[in-house]
């Protein structure tokens, strides 16, 4: 038996911090200058609005720590309307001052007040605030791969964020559908481990007959979708997918190329990749293509009622990222990293939701309108954030994350 007590707050606080520099290994400060689009932020306001929430949150309310630049508050506040007014998102790309060694010094001096502060005892609350803030730091750790990758994609000259990374050809297990439970069964999260309000509270749910495909759908068959041209019949998508198509002139996934050989990724350009999982996709191309393909997406109570019994593992964010990789093995694969997977569910509140109490109840409960919910983490997801309760959410056009599918149907 292992002897090793588990790490404390403040250990975790200072691990996560530094993971969050890792991830800016290579990258020089134009990189983190770029918003590629008014839905993606840059790598510097990524490192700036996380530290903004330690301070707002934890350190403000210590009359020994000293808020320097009170105006950088109005910069790196996201979108809490309750602490004050903030700079419009789409326009996160001028803010060329503060430099990025400005922000990097605040996070220094931030990362020296929390340890200070985290030394002493520190009341449940605060502990639990510190804990969101460590969660949400991991969350724009993603965001960062997201968004950056977007920035290089936009560059004609198509920098590699890491080309040193691997780019395997290898074959996936074939398509098969795994019977999912049937009947009540509980979703959701209880007990004391963390989780965001919105994965509470447990509660139970009805399930029909149904089965899982037992992984992600893969490059070479979306290419299939693609050529059989899906993207060019009304009746695979809705409505609204359809006059996005239409709207957007979508054709294939945002990253692959024209001719269809070649995709966008962390490594680069490099050639599609026939039985890795196709990502980048949005709710709209998702759905289209589980409808060519005569199944479904499945809903967030099948996909985690089909994960409760699984291990936490994958292909998941630890030190530097890897690219989505083929399935093999038996059984459901991929239920964890590899890319986040579009349900048929939309973003509401499960019966009986509480958002948090003041202002940190605006993190998640009031984007419960027009969204949908994704699950499993991907490969820019750090491992020790995700579990199956784990509810990620976007509109369903959008398309530059780290998302592909899983079909299912009933049987
Ligand atoms: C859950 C990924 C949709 O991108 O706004 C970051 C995560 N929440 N800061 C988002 C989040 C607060 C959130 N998503
Ligand atoms: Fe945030």
Same mark, same amino acid.
């Given at each position: 038996?292992?002897? *090793?007590?588990?790490?404390?707050?403040? !250990?975790?606080?200072?691990?996560?911090?530094?993971?969050? *520099?890792?991830?800016?290994?290579?990258?020089?400060?134009?990189?983190?200058?770029?918003?590629?689009?008014?839905?993606?932020?840059?790598?510097?306001?990524?490192?700036?609005?996380?530290?903004?929430?330690?301070?707002?949150?934890?350190?403000?309310?210590?009359?020994?720590?000293?808020?320097?630049?009170?105006?950088?508050?109005?910069?790196?506040?996201?979108?809490?309307?309750?602490?004050?007014?903030?700079?419009?998102?789409?326009?996160?790309?001028?803010?060329?001052?503060?430099?990025?060694?400005?922000?990097?010094?605040?996070?220094?001096?931030?990362?020296?007040? *929390?340890?200070?502060?985290?030394?002493?005892?520190?009341?449940?609350?605060?502990?639990?605030?510190?804990?969101?803030?460590?969660?949400? !730091?991991?969350?724009?750790?993603?965001?960062?791969?997201?968004?950056?990758?977007?920035?290089?994609?936009?560059?004609?000259?198509?920098?590699?964020?890491?080309?040193?990374?691997?780019?395997?050809?290898?074959?996936?297990?074939?398509?098969?559908?795994?019977?999912?439970?049937?009947?009540?069964?509980?979703?959701?999260?209880?007990?004391?481990?963390?989780?965001?309000?919105?994965?509470?509270?447990?509660?139970?749910?009805?399930?029909?007959?149904?089965?899982?495909?037992?992984?992600?759908?893969?490059?070479?068959?979306?290419?299939?979708?693609?050529?059989?041209?899906?993207?060019?019949?009304?009746?695979?998508?809705?409505?609204?997918?359809?006059?996005?198509?239409?709207?957007?002139?979508?054709?294939?996934?945002?990253?692959?190329?024209?001719?269809?050989?070649?995709?966008?990724?962390?490594?680069?350009?490099?050639?599609?990749?026939?039985?890795?999982?196709?990502?980048?996709?949005?709710?709209?191309?998702?759905?289209?293509?589980?409808?060519?393909?005569?199944?479904?997406?499945?809903?967030?109570?099948?996909?985690?009622?089909?994960?409760?019994?699984?291990?936490?593992?994958? %292909?998941?964010?630890?030190?530097?990222?890897?690219?989505?990789?083929?399935?093999?093995?038996?059984?459901?694969?991929?239920?964890?990293?590899?890319?986040?997977?579009?349900?048929?569910?939309?973003?509401?509140?499960?019966?009986?939701?509480?958002?948090?109490?003041?202002?940190?109840?605006?993190? %998640?409960?009031?984007?419960? %309108?027009?969204?949908?919910?994704?699950?499993?983490?991907?490969?820019?997801?750090?491992?020790?954030?995700?579990?199956?309760?784990?509810? %990620?959410?976007?509109?369903?056009?959008?398309?530059?994350?780290?998302?592909?599918?899983?079909?299912?149907?009933?049987?």
């Amino acid at each position: 038996m292992s002897m *090793m007590a588990s790490p404390s707050l403040a !250990e975790r606080y200072l691990a996560v911090r530094a993971q969050t *520099m890792r991830l800016c290994q290579g990258l020089e400060a134009e990189d983190m200058q770029v918003q590629s689009m008014p839905d993606a932020s840059p790598g510097k306001w990524h490192l700036a609005h996380t530290t903004w929430f330690f301070e707002r949150f934890v350190l403000a309310g210590d009359s020994r720590y000293r808020i320097a630049e009170p105006d950088w508050h109005y910069l790196f506040n996201s979108y809490y309307q309750t602490v004050g007014p903030m700079h419009a998102r789409p326009q996160r790309g001028l803010l060329s001052r503060p430099t990025l060694a400005h922000i990097h010094a605040w996070r220094a001096r931030v990362d020296e007040a *929390m340890a200070t502060r985290l030394a002493d005892a520190v009341d449940p609350a605060q502990a639990a605030t510190v804990e969101l803030g460590i969660q949400h !730091e991991q969350q724009h750790q993603e965001l960062f791969l997201t968004d950056i990758l977007h920035a290089f994609w936009s560059n004609p000259l198509r920098p590699a964020y890491d080309a040193a990374l691997s780019v395997q050809a290898r074959p996936c297990a074939p398509l098969r559908y795994v019977p999912g439970r049937e009947g009540l069964v509980e979703i959701g999260h209880a007990g004391d481990g963390f989780a965001f309000d919105n994965e509470r509270p447990r509660h139970r749910t009805l399930l029909g007959p149904h089965a899982l495909a037992n992984r992600l759908v893969s490059q070479a068959e979306y290419a299939a979708f693609v050529q059989d041209g899906g993207y060019r019949k009304p009746p695979l998508w809705l409505s609204d997918g359809w006059a996005v198509v239409q709207r957007e002139g979508w054709t294939r996934p945002l990253y692959w190329s024209e001719d269809l050989t070649a995709q966008f990724t962390l490594a680069g350009e490099v050639a599609l990749l026939p039985d890795a999982p196709v990502s980048q996709l949005s709710f709209f191309e998702a759905d289209a293509y589980a409808r060519w393909a005569g199944a479904r997406l499945p809903t967030e109570m099948e996909w985690e009622a089909g994960a409760q019994t699984l291990p936490v593992a994958g %292909n998941l964010l630890e030190d530097r990222p890897r690219l989505p990789q083929s399935a093999v093995g038996e059984g459901l694969l991929q239920m964890y990293g590899d890319l986040w997977e579009w349900t048929a569910s939309p973003y509401v509140g499960y019966p009986g939701f509480k958002p948090l109490p003041g202002s940190l109840g605006e993190y %998640n409960g009031k984007f419960m %309108n027009g969204q949908w919910v994704l699950r499993g983490g991907s490969c820019a997801t750090p491992a020790a954030h995700i579990r199956a309760t784990y509810r %990620n959410f976007f509109p369903p056009h959008a398309r530059w994350q780290f998302a592909g599918l899983r079909l299912a149907r009933d049987i």
